[in-house]
């Protein structure tokens, strides 16, 4: 099945009572059974399984060609779930520009339990390889990463991974399965905030887990159970929603993306855009050979003082000034102030994370008003 089609379809049964076509929201916490240890398929009570959320996660299993889908409360406690399958004296290797939040967990929560971290910029196969160590037994990755859109080469990195003994995580957050399938290049295990594209409204809270190794899927379910940190059956139904529209919608991110950095590129008022989809960016040619098309995010640098850029972010109409991504409406956002002011400033800039960046969720408006709304925003000044 292509893609569009396993989005509708995949995970989805007509309700066995009277034929819905819909997954009903099975508003449950407990289920009748019919006699002392006989349950139901397993499902006994809902932080184990929950109907609606079984729709969901065969559905993100199968998007990202994978065989075991798990969904959580949030991106996080999906990420988290996973690092709760190893041990004190384990060791994780983390992409350069993680998402602040998952650099956090990492770095203030699970050093807390003995597993050390180092995080090095794995767009350099070399010092990937120089941070992996016999004890390394996960090395986490996101591509394009945020709000840079560096790009690392997925199955390069799942080789040297492999080679080392340990196992290949990909968030997968900014790309969607639509654009960039990491299990079927090699990579052991994809992780979303479902918060983001999948969902695809900002109307949701969530994360999810899609992987094959049945051992590790049995563990992170029975984490995912004994832990508890579930996403309820209202939030499922919004997410299978979202899904299946995720091809449509991401054909429209991308296009509006690529037509506004190509309008940005070509800006008096503009010193740099950053979009893979262009050609001078450095991650080009292999975002074109690992993904279907380079995605809604857009970042660039405005000519002025950093006050300028944050300003500009105040006077877009249509563009609402806001943090998250993903959602169908367009958002921009000034990351050093705003989602990276967490990350001490000369730890950003040493990253290469310009005082001036501004960064754009392209949404799915229409693209005429879009690049109305960041001219007028360019060619004005002041505060919004
Ligand atoms: C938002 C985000 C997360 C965290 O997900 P939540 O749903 O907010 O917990 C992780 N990774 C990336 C790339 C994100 O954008």
Redesign the pocket.
């Known amino acids: 099945m292509k893609p569009g089609t396993k989005a509708i379809h995949a995970g989805q049964h007509p309700d066995a009572g009277f034929g819905a076509i819909m997954t009903p929201i099975y508003c449950t916490s407990t289920y009748v059974q019919p006699y002392p240890a006989e349950v139901h398929d397993g499902y006994d009570y809902s932080r184990g399984k929950n109907p609606t959320r079984t729709a969901l996660q065969e559905n993100l299993a199968a998007l990202e060609d994978g065989a075991h889908g798990l969904a959580f409360s949030?991106?996080?406690?999906a990420?988290h779930t996973v690092m709760q399958t190893l041990a004190p004296g384990d060791h994780v290797v983390g992409g350069g520009d993680l998402?602040g939040?998952?650099y956090r967990l990492f770095s203030k929560v699970m050093t807390k339990f003995g597993v050390d971290f180092t995080f090095v910029d794995t767009t350099d196969l070399a010092a990937l390889e120089a941070a992996l160590t016999d004890k390394t037994k996960i090395v986490w990755i996101?591509t394009p990463t945020?709000p840079l859109l560096r790009i690392t080469d997925i199955a390069a990195v799942a080789d040297l991974t492999h080679a080392h003994g340990a196992r290949l995580c990909v968030?997968n957050?900014?790309a969607t399965p639509m654009l960039q399938r990491p299990l079927d290049l090699g990579a052991d295990l994809v992780?979303h905030?479902?918060?983001?594209y999948l969902g695809g409204h900002s109307d949701v809270?969530?994360?999810a887990l899609v992987l094959n190794d049945d051992a590790w899927a049995e563990e992170l379910e029975f984490l995912q159970f004994a832990v508890g940190a579930v996403p309820g059956p209202m939030d499922c139904f919004l997410v299978l929603r979202g899904t299946k529209t995720l091809h449509l919608r991401m054909e429209r991110h991308c296009e509006n993306a690529r037509a506004i950095a190509k309008h940005l590129d070509a800006h008096a008022a503009v010193a740099k855009v950053i979009y893979p989809g262009l050609e001078g960016h450095a991650g080009h040619a292999i975002a074109a050979r690992q993904m279907d098309d380079f995605g809604g995010m857009v970042s660039f640098v405005a000519k002025g003082s950093v006050a300028d850029g944050m300003d500009l972010c105040s006077r877009t109409k249509v563009f609402a000034l806001a943090e998250?991504?993903g959602g169908v409406e367009s958002l921009i956002e000034h990351p050093p102030s705003m989602t990276h002011a967490s990350i001490p400033a000369e730890q950003r800039r040493a990253s290469g994370l310009d005082d001036g960046l501004v960064r754009l969720s392209v949404g799915v408006e229409h693209i005429d008003d879009l690049i109305e709304d960041l001219d007028q925003a360019l060619a004005g000044s002041g505060r919004g």
């Open positions: 949030s991106g996080l406690a990420i998402y939040g998952t996101e945020n968030d957050t900014f992780m905030s479902v918060t983001k809270i969530m994360g998250s991504l």
